[in-house]
Structure formats: structure tokens, C-alpha cells
């Protein structure tokens, strides 16, 4: 049976071993963010939102430290990880195997957009946070990994480099996306996408005719010509 407990310090900084179900820290996280996303707007993105939605769920600062250990970090992800979720959600009423691949990649965008606009206050409050060069590394994972949900939805089982260059291209996408979706509208964030969409579709189109593995045969045939000899007819 997997371990679940958390260790904690009492007061006097002895150590102690808590057994803390995840489902009571699920649900707390959750309610944090609850308590953060309707605090946002006047308190910013940091740790100061933390504490002040921690306190509002009675949490502790060791109940803190234990479930938020990179503060303002970890409720970023919780805010991604559930606009994530909820786009997911929105989607399940559309088969993406009845849509074209472009109609595919606009409802999937279309859908983590809206997500993150039914928070818009705290939306904008954490782009900004993740903007700030010291939580690049953050924004990053966290927009690669709502590309990779994005294209699984849409489909996508590849394993090779276009698995990578699929969700590449999505990300450099959704960020812009969402900072227009959030300070210019909707229409706006349509738009935009789907201008990049048919930029995609247009650069698969002229990939899809070129042999980009020609000038590696090239080299490996000459090498082994070196090695080898010439083949005999």
C-alpha cells in the first residue's frame, strides 16, 4: 500500500508524521484556489495572495508550507491544471473524430480560452506572474502541458520529433492567445488563432512535399562509401 503521509513540524520543531488523506488535500488546494481566484484582483499574484487564501480556509502556516511549498508557484499550476480541466470538460461534448484536424485545434483553443476567461481577473493577475523572468521555466512547462492535453483531445498518438513540434507550435500559440483572449475579447482571441491555424495548416501542406531526411542519407551513404567501397551491382 502506497505511504500517503506528510510530515509536519510541531511548534517546538520536533518532527511529527501526519497522516493527511490526498483527498483532503485535493479538496483543500481547491478551495484555496477558490479563496485566491476571488482575492486576485486586489492582492496580486504572490505571497501575500497565498497566505491571505490560506487564512481564509483556517490553514496554518505549516498547513501551508506542506501543501503550497512554492507559494505563488504552486497556485499558478492549480490555476492552469483546472482551466485545463475544465476545457477538457467542454470539449467531451464535441467527438473530435466528427471535426476536420484545423476544426479540431480551433474548438480545443477555443475551449482552454474560455476557461481561463471565467476567471479573467485572476487569469490576468497569474500571466503576469508567470511573465516575470525568474517563473519563465514555469509559464513554459505549464503551456506545454495544456498543448499536450490540447492534442491528445484532438487525437494526436504521435511518438516521433512531429509529437514534439505538434505541441511546440500549439504553445507559442496559446500563450499569445490567451494574453489577446484576456485584454482585447474574444473576437479578437478567434481571430488571432485562427490566422496561426491556417499559417500551420499552410507550412504542413508545403512539409508534407519535402524529404527533410535527404541530406542526412546523403551523408551516411558518403560515409559509408568511405568505409566500404561502392556497392557491387
Known amino acids: 500500500m502506497t505511504d500517503t503521509s506528510h510530515t509536519t513540524r510541531t511548534p517546538n520543531g520536533a518532527e511529527q508524521a501526519a497522516k493527511i488523506p490526498d483527498d483532503w488535500a485535493i479538496r483543500t488546494e481547491q478551495a484555496v484556489l477558490d479563496a485566491a481566484i476571488t482575492r486576485a484582483e486586489r492582492l496580486g499574484w504572490n505571497a501575500r495572495l497565498v497566505r491571505a487564501a490560506c487564512e481564509a480556509e483556517g490553514l496554518s502556516l505549516g498547513d501551508q508550507e506542506l501543501l503550497f ?53 485572476a487569469s490576468k493577475k497569474c500571466a503576469g506572474f508567470l511573465a516575470l523572468p525568474f517563473n519563465a521555466d514555469l509559464g513554459i512547462s505549464l503551456t506545454w502541458d495544456t498543448a499536450d492535453k490540447l ?20 504553445s507559442g500559440i496559446l500563450a499569445p492567445a490567451l494574453t489577446i483572449r484576456l485584454f482585447e475579447g474574444r473576437e479578437a482571441a478567434d481571430s488571432f488563432c485562427a490566422r496561426r491555424i491556417e499559417n500551420v495548416m499552410q507550412f504542413e501542406k508545403w512539409k508534407a512535399g519535402k524529404d527533410f531526411d535527404a541530406p542526412m542519407r546523403k551523408i551516411t551513404d558518403f560515409l559509408g562509401r568511405l568505409r566500404y567501397g561502392d556497392k557491387v551491382a
Open 151 to 170: 492534442w491528445r483531445w484532438a487525437g494526436d498518438t504521435s511518438t516521433d520529433q512531429n509529437h514534439y513540434s505538434k505541441r511546440t507550435i500549439l
Open 69 to 121: 511549498p512554492h507559494g505563488a508557484r504552486d497556485l499558478a499550476a492549480l490555476l492552469s491544471r483546472r482551466h485545463d480541466a475544465v476545457a477538457l470538460k467542454t470539449l467531451e461534448a464535441t467527438p473530435a473524430a466528427t471535426l476536420k484536424i484545423r476544426e479540431r485545434i480551433a474548438a480545443a483553443l477555443s475551449a482552454r480560452l474560455e476557461a481561463a476567461a471565467a476567471d479573467a481577473a
